[in-house]
């Protein structure tokens, strides 16, 4: 789609945008924890699912499509929650490279 053909009442849902940081475990080492950096008006659309073989064993894999407002602060290192479900950022497109709105490929059913 064109820049023009989003608007505002696309974006129905509110989603939480995550990053993974490093923490001390308490006990000398280093675990990993995601934590909130914002939330985010986004419109949630399923464009695939399927099946992937991985660690010898069948994963399905749904791929979404997520429109929200551009920002810069979002990367391809994080990822979005909405509920319970988490969507692992794929791909993050800024439409036709005006700085209006972000298409962010993501996948749920994959960590």
Same mark, same amino acid.
């Given at each position: 789609?064109?820049?023009? #053909? $989003?608007?505002?009442?696309?974006?129905?849902?509110?989603?939480?945008? @995550? #990053?993974? $940081?490093?923490?001390?475990d308490? $006990?000398?080492?280093?675990?990993?924890?995601?934590?909130?950096? &914002? &939330?985010?008006?986004?419109?949630?659309?399923? /464009?695939?699912?399927?099946?992937?073989w991985?660690?010898? /064993?069948?994963? &399905?894999?749904?791929?979404? @499509?997520?429109? !929200?407002?551009? !920002?810069?602060?979002?990367?391809? &290192?994080?990822?979005l929650?909405?509920?319970?479900?988490?969507?692992?950022?794929?791909?993050i497109n800024?439409? @036709?490279?005006?700085?209006?709105?972000?298409?962010?490929?993501?996948e749920?059913?994959?960590?």
């Amino acid at each position: 789609m064109k820049c023009c #053909e $989003y608007k505002a009442g696309d974006l129905r849902h509110i989603m939480t945008l @995550e #990053e993974l $940081y490093t923490d001390d475990d308490g $006990y000398g080492g280093k675990i990993h924890k995601w934590r909130a950096v &914002n &939330n985010i008006m986004a419109g949630i659309k399923q /464009k695939s699912h399927g099946a992937r073989w991985w660690a010898d /064993k069948v994963n &399905n894999v749904e791929v979404y @499509e997520v429109l !929200t407002r551009y !920002t810069a602060q979002i990367k391809p &290192n994080m990822r979005l929650m909405y509920g319970s479900n988490i969507y692992t950022i794929i791909g993050i497109n800024n439409v @036709e490279m005006a700085d209006k709105w972000l298409v962010i490929t993501c996948e749920a059913g994959t960590a």
